[in-house]
């Protein structure tokens, strides 16, 4: 009965022992900022929306929050391109706001990416 036991225990401990050395199921934490229109949108409302995975967004306010969201580690693109309509708003005003989101970013462990038009 002993013999039962310690082999039950030494079985018991290699399984937990092989569960806890295998790697993290892959997630996909890279994120990416796309700009689409609105299709329905009227004169008064926005015609263009900011899209970060299945949230929008109308600006900066609406980002940070949504970084809150985002888990440790996480990676988020901004590519807005070279060809733009006179209408569509603007993430960021200049480089100085694009370095404060940065660490924005880098305080709450995501990496931000932003990629020039050019």
Not at 18 to 26: I, R, T
Not at 99 to 106: G, L, S
Request: with cysteine; proline share 8%.
């Amino acid at each position: 009965m002993k013999t039962v036991v310690a082999i039950a225990a030494i079985l018991g401990t290699l399984a937990f022992t092989a569960v806890l050395s295998e790697p993290p199921p892959a997630t996909d934490r890279a994120y990416e900022i796309t700009l689409v229109p609105v299709a329905d949108a009227r004169s008064a409302q926005p015609k263009y929306v900011f899209v970060v995975g299945r949230h929008a967004f109308l600006g900066m306010e609406g980002l940070k929050q949504i970084v809150t969201y985002l888990e440790p580690g996480s990676t988020l693109t901004w590519n807005p391109g070279c060809e733009h309509s006179s209408d569509e708003p603007e993430l960021f005003r200049d480089e100085a706001a694009i370095r404060a989101f940065k660490d924005y970013c880098a305080g709450r462990g995501i990496k931000f990416i932003f990629i020039p038009a050019g």
